[in-house]
């Protein structure tokens, strides 16, 4: 009855920040980014914030599975009538040793609550979030390269099945493997999740000695991952299946690769759009000149600037830069006339003939 009552009392969209009729995907994004901000490894000592993390994590295990989520919102829509209100009473009514878990089970195709938060049933792995460091032509080129989690893992030892190497579960009597046990109330026939077995069909009678019988241990791995090129600084990458096991045949979690990359010394990037500075000089901006300028992949490509090009314009290279699977961004070249701080005196003569020859524009303003 305590997973029931907690569902009455506790509202789990509330706690994720959504609506009740939001989207699967609305939910999976507010828990990431819920779990993010309140992750224990991101608050270390923080107690409020580690409540805060299993309060999330406990809403997204309901809200967050389809099945749960109708079961979650049935028992909502019932209130106290369903029997769990403030008195925690069953308003009276005799279930011949029935609880109202095992109502919902039969209700919702013989899946009750009482065991939801000890695993009875498939239960789907977690996801994991990892953060990758790449350089900028890393990103903009792509690359397969490989992370080091430590994280839970299918055990080594039993390859997941839990019991010791050598031997095999063996299938639970009481229920047949089944996971679950009809109970025949008079007219109704109502399944709770097996109590020889905790719901998992199998009886270990030898656990491992690594897993503890769990099928599942804590360990250093590597994954490869494939990351495209274009990618861009806070991109996440999904790798589906590769987060922590499923348990009870659930299916395993992704695992979530945010790419930061590196700054470049020469190029900045917009998206796919490549941003370059190049110097010139008084005379090539005022006379125009052929410039060469530097690309990220293609080494150097010219530049024609007319005459008169002002110091700040910014000039476009079609095609030259950064690319991904379906289009290729442009290179963007922003020209900075370089003004000399020391000049020869021969210098200093010819921009003083060019001073009496061109007038100021202050001058030409007041005129």
């Known amino acids: 009855m305590a997973a029931q009552r907690d569902w009455f009392e506790k509202d789990y969209y509330a706690v994720l920040g959504v609506s009740k009729d939001a989207s699967d995907k609305d939910i999976t994004k507010a828990y990431r980014r819920l779990a993010r901000q309140y992750h224990p490894d991101t608050n270390p000592g923080n107690k409020e914030a580690e409540e805060k993390f299993k309060d999330i994590s406990a809403a997204y295990d309901v809200v967050g599975d389809a099945s749960k989520r109708a079961e979650y919102d049935e028992v909502r829509r019932m209130g106290p ?18 609880d109202f878990g095992d109502i919902l089970g039969q209700m919702f195709g013989g899946r009750g ?57 063996k299938m639970c009597s009481a229920c047949g493997g089944r996971g679950s046990v009809s109970n025949n ?24 000695s690594t897993c503890r019988g769990n099928g599942i241990e804590r360990r250093p791995r590597e994954v490869n991952v494939r990351i495209p090129a274009g990618v861009d600084n806070g991109q996440r990458i999904r790798l589906k299946g590769r987060g922590t096991p499923g348990r009870n045949g659930g299916p395993a979690g992704d695992l979530f690769v945010e790419c930061r990359v590196a700054p470049h010394a020469v190029f900045a990037r917009e998206g796919l759009t490549l941003l370059v500075r ?45 690319a ?10 922003t020209v900075d006339v370089a003004v000399p701080t020391k000049l020869n005196k021969e210098e200093e003569a010819a921009v003083e003939a060019l001073h009496e020859v061109l007038r100021s524009p202050r001058e030409k303003e007041s005129s």
């Open 81 to 98: 009538s369903a029997g769990f209100g403030p008195g925690g009473g069953n308003m009276g009514f005799d279930m011949g040793g029935a």
């Open 113 to 169: 609550r009482r065991g939801g938060a000890s695993g009875v049933g498939p239960q789907r792995g977690a996801d994991i979030e990892s953060t990758l460091t790449l350089s900028f032509e890393e990103a903009a080129h792509g690359l397969t390269t490989s992370i080091h989690l430590t994280a839970d893992a299918v055990c080594s030892s039993c390859t997941g099945s839990g019991a010791r190497p050598g031997t095999t579960p």
């Open 324 to 333: 991904n699977s379906k289009e290729t961004g442009d290179l963007i070249v």
């Open 278 to 322: 190049v110097p010139v000089s008084f005379t090539e901006a005022v006379l125009g000149a052929t410039i060469t300028v530097p690309t990220l992949s293609d080494g150097e490509v010219t530049l024609r600037l007319k005459p008169g090009t002002q110091s700040g314009s910014r000039h476009r290279v079609k095609g030259k830069g950064i």
């Open 185 to 208: 109330q008079g007219p109704f026939a109502m399944s709770s999740p097996c109590r020889s077995c905790g719901g998992k069909g199998n009886i270990i009678e030898h656990p491992c």
